[in-house]
T-cell receptor
Framework: SQQGEEDPQALSIQEGENATMNCSYK?????LQWYRQNSGRGLVHLIL?????REKHSGRLRVTLDTSKKSSSLLITASRAADTASYFC????????FGAGTRLTVKP | GAVVSQHPSRVICKSGTSVKIECRSL??????MFWYRQFPKQSLMLMAT?????????EQGVEKDKFLINHASLTLSTLTVTSAHPEDSSFYIC?????????FGPGTRLTVL
């Protein structure tokens, strides 16, 4: 079964704009991870945030985690056309369960 | 880094045949391996969890007699789709877990004609 919901389901922005994707989950977690997937391809790991962390940065990526609300967000700053992909959050607690995903389109 | 491989990367078969997909952890021993399925424009759904030498645990709604999982060693798991039908066409992704984390293979695209 899937862990939770992501919103928006689809997001279309212009190059240079920021993109924010949200993820909600239902159960306990050890950590939460974000992945990217280009159409028809495998997963690319983006970032991991542990349950005792609130915010983490990696390049143009910023992830927040609110365990009291069981939610996380992924912010991509200064987006590029190459960021066009589907983005998934995945909760980790003995196994990994994925959210529904957000399809991001960045227009050049 | 931890690398997981899958073979084949792509397979096309006729309806009614069986297809085997291999998953290997190349540079680490996996305590547990997982199989996921992803239909077009959807997310990854966990199908089953397997530990070496024991029977796999299947998620609700996944037919264990249709999706046979063998986890013969700490580095190899196989998924056999038996009597495949067009509705089994999907992207199958395996994953291997050790003490450090869980790592994903590149996926196998199955098309059943």
């Amino acid at each position: 079964s899937q862990q939770g919901e992501e919103d928006p389901q689809a997001l279309s922005i212009q190059e240079g704009e920021n993109a924010t994707m949200n993820c909600s989950y239902k159960t306990s977690i050890n950590n939460l991870q974000w992945y990217r997937q280009n159409s028809g391809r495998g997963l690319v790991h983006l970032i991991l945030i542990r349950s005792n962390e609130r915010e983490k940065h990696s390049g143009r990526l910023r992830v927040t985690l609110d365990t009291s609300k069981k939610s996380s967000s992924l912010l991509i700053t200064a987006s590029r056309a190459a960021d066009t992909a589907s983005y998934f959050c995945a909760t980790d607690y003995n196994d990994m369960r994925f959210g529904a995903g957000t399809r991001l389109t960045v227009k050049p | 880094g931890a690398v997981v491989s899958q073979h084949p990367s792509r397979v096309i078969c006729k309806s009614g045949t069986s297809v085997k997909i291999e998953c290997r952890s190349l540079d680490f021993q996996a305590t547990t391996m997982f199989w996921y399925r992803q239909f077009p424009k959807q997310s990854l759904m966990l199908m089953a969890t397997s530990n070496e030498g024991s029977k796999a645990t299947y998620e609700q709604g996944v037919e264990k007699d249709k999706f046979l999982i063998n986890h013969a060693s700490l580095t190899l798991s196989t998924l056999t789709v038996t009597s495949a039908h067009p509705e089994d066409s999907s992207f199958y992704i395996c994953s291997a877990r050790d003490q450090i984390g869980q790592f994903f293979g590149p996926g196998t695209r199955l098309t059943v004609l």
